[in-house]
């Protein structure tokens, strides 16, 4: 369990496949800021772009740690195939404050972002969610992107999908990755965990 409130920014530093075909997946090693890997251990969980994955190998010295991918969590995910920048968060412990919402670490879909531009102090940000996430998703719901919570403050259903509208602030472009978007590239989603409840409850029968 996560909470979408990013605790450091690390770096995918090596991609190696886990096999010869397409079917295997990738083993990725990944750079942290010094001391992030402390109280880390084997088999803990790390949200890599909200991509929940398990710590299959640690080098404290070096401040690095190693995950393995499978090919499902990378047909249905963005930004974890190559060499590049990635938002990270340690689970969430039973005593830590849930500064964010509550985030499963399962990515929903890859969106896409359609606008990206500074609009007075802050950043506006507007996705592309496919359509099947148009239920879930609601003026000021909550919507994690790339691993960080965020706010959606207008949606619009279009035939193409559904256009999220957010506003990111200073704070969140220094610290996560988000600062890097551009127009035209995929983002992880996942949507709330309360309204996809909310959602299976309507549709089952009583």
């Known amino acids: 369990m996560f909470t979408g409130i990013i605790t450091g920014v690390g770096r995918i530093t090596a991609v190696h496949p886990l096999g010869a075909t397409a079917q295997h997946g990738k083993r990725l090693c990944i750079q942290t800021p010094p001391g992030y890997l402390a109280g880390v251990g084997l088999g803990d969980s790390i949200a890599l772009n909200g991509a929940c994955m398990t710590v299959t190998t640690l080098d404290l010295e070096a ?4 995950v393995e991918v499978s090919a499902e969590s990378l047909a249905h995910t963005a930004g974890l195939d190559r060499p590049g920048a ?14 964010g919402h509550i985030v499963t670490g399962h990515v929903d879909a890859v969106g896409r972002v359609l606008h990206f531009a ?80 909310v959602a299976r409850m309507l549709k089952t029968p009583t």
Do not use: M
């Not at 401040?63 to 190693?66: D, G, L, N, V």
């Not at 691993?147 to 957010?166: F, I, K, M, Q």
């Open 118 to 197: 500074p609009v007075g102090e802050s950043w506006a940000l507007h996705l592309l969610a496919p359509p099947a996430l148009a239920p879930y998703l609601a003026s000021k719901g909550s919507l994690t992107v790339n691993g960080v919570s965020l706010t959606v403050n207008a949606v619009y259903d279009r035939p193409e999908g559904c256009e999220c509208h957010l506003n990111l602030i200073g704070h969140t472009l220094s610290h996560t990755t988000l600062g890097q978007l551009q127009a035209g590239q995929p983002v992880n989603l996942e949507i709330d965990l309360i309204a996809r409840y």
């Open 63 to 66: 401040h690095q740690f190693t």
């Open 86 to 99: 990635v938002n990270l968060e340690q689970a969430l412990r039973a005593q830590d404050r849930l500064g």
